[in-house]
């Protein structure tokens, strides 16, 4: 399967700028869930600039229902 990495960089919300792994979705997500975490585009735009991406502020903002 081809990646449309073009395509998923205009839905990237990544506020990361060295991060290799924009637009990669596939690469991008198995890199996060490796470190008990989700990738920038499952948080709000204001929660993903403090870069805490892990399961338990995720967990968060489904119970204040945020996301």
């Not at 990237?12 to 989700?38: F, I, V």
Request: with cysteine; net charge neutral; aromatic share 8%.
């Amino acid at each position: 399967m081809e990646c449309g990495k073009d395509k998923n960089l205009n839905r990237c919300n990544c506020t990361y700028e060295p991060c290799s792994r924009k637009g990669a979705c596939c690469d991008c997500l198995a890199y996060h869930l490796k470190m008990r975490q989700l990738p920038a585009c499952c948080f709000p735009d204001e929660i993903e600039k403090t870069w805490d991406r892990s399961f338990e502020t995720f967990a968060g903002l489904v119970n204040e229902g945020k996301v």
